[in-house]
C-alpha cells in the first residue's frame, strides 16, 4: 500500500510512502506518523490511502511508525483541512499544526502508574524463610495481602518505608504481581470545588424555550445539515437549550462541539455539562489553550476513541476529532475572540458552520446580540432564526440609565471616573449586600501621559502608539514592543508638572472605588490578573460565594458569566469602543452594553445599569438602552449597505512590512496595479495607506484592503498572484481574510 503524507516539516508538498505490512492494519487516512526524509525522521498525517506513487516503487521510502492508535483528523475534518488552507490562505502545514494539539503530534505517551498487588500466597516454609532472609520484604508482603485490590507501588513504598528493590526482589520471585495502570488527566476535575451553581435537575422548560428545542430537536432528527440562529435575550436560558440539544445527541450516540468565545468562560460551561451528564456516565473533555500536556493528551483520546462524547473549549475546540459529530454549539457567536489573529487566520464560528456542513450535522448559533454577518445569513434564508424574548420566570431586562459625563465633568470640575450616580447606585448595593461588577474595556492603571499645558504625549519611539502608564512600578510602556522607562514627574517637552494621566485603566477604577467604598471587599479581574493560571477561577469563585463585593474588571468579565446576586453593573467608559476608526464600532458597542447588562439581575432582585458616556445620543447606547436589538440592526444595516461593508461584501485585508517605508509603499503601489488589472471587475481595492499602528518594532506597516462577493475564488487568485510576484527582500506580507478588527 502506498499512503500520501503531508509532512510537518516545514515545507507544503504532499510525499509518497510504503507501508510495511504491520503497520497497515492501523492505517486510516487522518492517520499521524513518523516519515523519514532525506535522513531526519518527522511527524506527518496521512491525507490518503492508496495512492499511485510519484517516483518509481523501488525508490519510495517506508513509514516509519504510527505515532498514535487513533487518526487525528477525522474524514470531515481532513475536508475541513483543505478548505481553511485555501479559503484563509494559509499553508497546509499550519492548518494541520492548528488542527492537531502538540501534544498529540509529539507522541506524548498516556501516563501510567505502577501498582503491586498479592501474585499467590506463600506456603509456611516460605513465610518462614522470607521473614528470616528479607524482613522488609515480608512486611510489604503481608501488607499487600490484606488488600482488596492492587495498591500504588510509590504510595506504598513510602508508606512502608521500603526500597523499590524489596518490591523487585518480591517481584522476581514471582511472589508479587507489578501491573501499568493508566492515569487519566482531567482538566478541571475539581470544578466542585469552586462552589459553582450547578443545578443537576433540569428544570421545566418554558414555551418559548420549549419551541425551540423542539425547532432544533427537528433539525437533528433529520441528520442533515442545518444552522439554527439563537436570539435570546441575555438569561432567557439559551444555555438550557443548548443542554437539551446536547442531551438528545448523546442519547442518539451521537457527539457534540460547545464552543465558547473565552477560555475563561470554560469553567462554568464545563461545571454545568458535568453536572448534567457525568451522572449518565458522559464525560465531558476540556479543550484549550491553557491546559497541562497530560490533561490535553489524555482529553484528546478520550474524544478520538470515542469514549468521551461531548467537548467544551474555546476556539480550537472545533477540531476535536470526535467520530460521528451531531451537533457544535457556538455560545456568544458574535464575539470577535473567535477570529484568530495569527495564521491560519481563522473564525471559529465560521469554521464551525463549514465543519457541521461537512459532517451534516447540525449547528447552533447563540447569543443577545447576533453579528449582522448571521442576520444577514437568516434573511437570505441560509439560518433558521429562534428567538428567546423573555428572561427565565419572567425576570426583567435590567434598567439602563446612561450618565452624561459632559454634565458630571462640569459639575465635578475635572476628570470623572465614577459619576455622582453610580457612586449613589454602588452606595445602596453596599449597603443591602448586593454585589456590583464595573467593566472597563481596558488594562494598565491609565493609558498615556498628557502634558495639560502643551498637549504633549509621550509615545513609544519605535512603535508610532502612546505608552501606557503602570502605576505599580511606576513606569510608561510600550505594549506593542514592550520597550520602557521611568514615568516622568514634569513634561519632556515643557518641563511642566501639570501632568495628567488620560484615560481610565481598571488600576485606577479600583482606586477611585476604595475611596468611595473604603470598607467595601474589592477585586480586579483584567489580563495582568489572567496571567497568574488559577487567579482568576480563584476569583469568580469567592465573587460567587459573597466574598467580594466589588468586582472590576476588563470585557472578559462581560460575557456570559452567571452570578444571581449582582444587581449593579456599571459601564465606566462606554465611549472606549466607540470612537475607534473601524466601521464595527457602533456594533461592538451595542453589543458591549447589553452583554454587560446582561450580568445585572439574573438572580430574584432586579438589576439596574449605569453606562458613562460623553456621546448619551448616539444609536448605540439609545437602541442598547431600549434593548432594541432589531431597532439597531435595521439602521446599521442601512450604513453597512450604503458603504457596501460587510455582510454585504467581504473583506480581505493585505499588510506589507518592512524597515524602509518609500519601499513598502513602492511596492504595494505596483502590487495593487497587478491585482486591479486581473481582479479589477470583482474586486474593490482600497489603499495602500498607512496601518493605524504604523510603526511596530522599527517596522512599517503599510495596507491595503479588497472588497469583494466572491471571497473564495479572490483568495486563490490572490495567493497565485503572490506566487508569481517578484518580492523585493525585506517587505514581508499577511493575507487576513474576513478580518474582524480594523485597528
Ligand atoms: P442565557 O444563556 O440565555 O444568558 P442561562 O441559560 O444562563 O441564560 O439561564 C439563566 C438562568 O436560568 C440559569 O441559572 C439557568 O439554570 C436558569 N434556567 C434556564 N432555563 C430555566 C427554566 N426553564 N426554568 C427555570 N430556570 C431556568
Ligand atoms: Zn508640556
Ligand atoms: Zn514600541
Redesign the pocket.
Known amino acids: 500500500m502506498i499512503v500520501a503524507v503531508q509532512p510537518l516539516a516545514g515545507f507544503d508538498k504532499l510525499l509518497h510512502y510504503r507501508v510495511p505490512e504491520e503497520l497497515r492494519a492501523d492505517l486510516r487516512p487522518g492517520s499521524l506518523v513518523r516519515i523519514p526524509i532525506s535522513h531526519r525522521q518527522h511527524i506527518g498525517l496521512v491525507l490518503a490511502l492508496d495512492v499511485t506513487p510519484d517516483v518509481p516503487l523501488a525508490k519510495l521510502k517506508a513509514l516509519t511508525s504510527v505515532v498514535q492508535e487513533f487518526p487525528a483528523l477525522t474524514p470531515d475534518l481532513i475536508e475541513l483541512a483543505r478548505w481553511m488552507h485555501t479559503y484563509y490562505a494559509a499553508r497546509m502545514e499550519s492548518v494541520l499544526e492548528t488542527m492537531i494539539p502538540t501534544a498529540v503530534r509529539s507522541g506524548a505517551r498516556l501516563k501510567h502508574d505502577k501498582y503491586l498487588s498479592v501474585a499467590r500466597q506463600l506456603t509456611a516454609v516460605e513465610e518462614t524463610a522470607l521473614a528470616a532472609r528479607a524482613p522488609k520484604g515480608a512486611k510489604l508482603f503481608a501488607f499487600l495481602r490484606q488488600q482488596f485490590k492492587p495498591v500504588k507501588k510509590s504510595l506504598v513504598l513510602s508508606r512502608l518505608d521500603i526500597t523499590a528493590a524489596v518490591a523487585t526482589a518480591l517481584l522476581k520471585h514471582g511472589y508479587l504481581r507489578e501491573e501499568l495502570r493508566h492515569v487519566e488527566r482531567v482538566a478541571y476535575s475539581d470544578n466542585w470545588a469552586e462552589g459553582e451553581?450547578v443545578?443537576a435537575l433540569p428544570?421545566?422548560?418554558?414555551p418559548e424555550?420549549a419551541s425551540v428545542v423542539e425547532s432544533i430537536g427537528k433539525s437533528l432528527a433529520g441528520g442533515k445539515f442545518a444552522v439554527h440562529l439563537l436570539n435570546?435575550?441575555?438569561?432567557?436560558?439559551?444555555?438550557?437549550?443548548y443542554l437539551r440539544a446536547v442531551e438528545s445527541v448523546l442519547a442518539a450516540g451521537g457527539s457534540a462541539i460547545y464552543l465558547v468565545p473565552e477560555v475563561a468562560l470554560t469553567p462554568q460551561t464545563v461545571a454545568r455539562l458535568r453536572g448534567r451528564f457525568e451522572a449518565a456516565g458522559q464525560q465531558t473533555v476540556v479543550w484549550h489553550s491553557h491546559l497541562s500536556e497530560g490533561e490535553r493528551l489524555d482529553g484528546w483520546v478520550a474524544l478520538a476513541s470515542g469514549r468521551a462524547r461531548v467537548v467544551v473549549g474555546a476556539r480550537s475546540a472545533i477540531f476535536a476529532p470526535v467520530p460521528n459529530l451531531r451537533l457544535i454549539v457556538v455560545?456568544e457567536e458574535h464575539e470577535p475572540a473567535y477570529k484568530q489573529d495569527e495564521t491560519p487566520r481563522y473564525h471559529g464560528r465560521d469554521v464551525a458552520v463549514y465543519r457541521a456542513k461537512l459532517a451534516k450535522a447540525v449547528c447552533v448559533l447563540?447569543s443577545?446580540t447576533p453579528s449582522l454577518e448571521s442576520v444577514a445569513n437568516v434573511r437570505a434564508g441560509k439560518y433558521q432564526l429562534e428567538r428567546?424574548t423573555k428572561?427565565?420566570?419572567d425576570k426583567k431586562l435590567p434598567d439602563i440609565l446612561v450618565v452624561d459625563m459632559r454634565i458630571e465633568v462640569m459639575r465635578q470640575r475635572g476628570m470623572v471616573t465614577l459619576s455622582r450616580q453610580l457612586v449613589d447606585h454602588m452606595h445602596q448595593r453596599f449597603e443591602r449586600r448586593e454585589q456590583t461588577i464595573l467593566f472597563l474595556n481596558r488594562r494598565g492603571y491609565s493609558s498615556s501621559m498628557l502634558c495639560r499645558k502643551c498637549g504633549h504625549v509621550e509615545e513609544c519611539p519605535h512603535c508610532s502608539v502612546t505608552m501606557t502608564y503602570h502605576r505599580a512600578d511606576e513606569t510608561l510602556k510600550c505594549h506593542l514592543c514592550g520597550q520602557q522607562h521611568g514615568a516622568p514627574v514634569v513634561c519632556p517637552s515643557c518641563a511642566s508638572p501639570e501632568i495628567r494621566w488620560r484615560g481610565l485603566g481598571t488600576q485606577r477604577v479600583e482606586e477611585a472605588v476604595r475611596r468611595v467604598l473604603p470598607r467595601a471587599r474589592i477585586e480586579r479581574v483584567d489580563a495582568d490578573t489572567m496571567s497568574k493560571k488559577h487567579r482568576f477561577r480563584e476569583i469568580l469563585g469567592d465573587f460567587r460565594a459573597g466574598k467580594i463585593d466589588v468586582l472590576i474588571g476588563t470585557q472578559m468579565i462581560g460575557k456570559?458569566l452567571?452570578f444571581?446576586n449582582v444587581t449593579l453593573v456599571g459601564l465606566v467608559d462606554a465611549d472606549l469602543s466607540m470612537h475607534v476608526p473601524d466601521f464595527r464600532a457602533n456594533e461592538r458597542t451595542f453589543q458591549l452594553i447589553v452583554q454587560v447588562a446582561?450580568r445585572a439581575g439574573?438572580g430574584d432582585r432586579a438589576g439596574e445599569v449605569v453606562v458613562q458616556t460623553f456621546t448619551p445620543q448616539s444609536d448605540a447606547i439609545q437602541f442598547a438602552k431600549r434593548a432594541d436589538f432589531d431597532g439597531f440592526v435595521e439602521g446599521e444595516l442601512t450604513m453597512r449597505k450604503n458603504f457596501a461593508y460587510p455582510p454585504y461584501r467581504h473583506l480581505i485585508h493585505h499588510q506589507f512590512r518592512g524597515l524602509n517605508p518609500e519601499k513598502i509603499v513602492f511596492f504595494a503601489e505596483h502590487w495593487k496595479k497587478q491585482v486591479e488589472a486581473t481582479l479589477g471587475d470583482i474586486v474593490e481595492i482600497r489603499g495602500p495607506s498607512a496601518a493605524p499602528i504604523e510603526k511596530v518594532k522599527d517596522e512599517y506597516r503599510y495596507q491595503i484592503w479588497y472588497f469583494t462577493t466572491r471571497t473564495a475564488h479572490v483568495v486563490a487568485e490572490l495567493v497565485k498572484l503572490q506566487a508569481a510576484y517578484k518580492w523585493p527582500t525585506g517587505v514581508s506580507q499577511v493575507l487576513d481574510v474576513d478580518p474582524m478588527s480594523l485597528v
Open positions: 451553581a443545578v428544570p421545566q422548560l418554558n424555550q435570546g435575550v441575555t438569561g432567557s436560558g439559551k444555555t438550557e437549550v455560545d447563540g443577545a428567546l428572561r427565565v420566570d456570559g452567571d444571581p446582561g439574573r
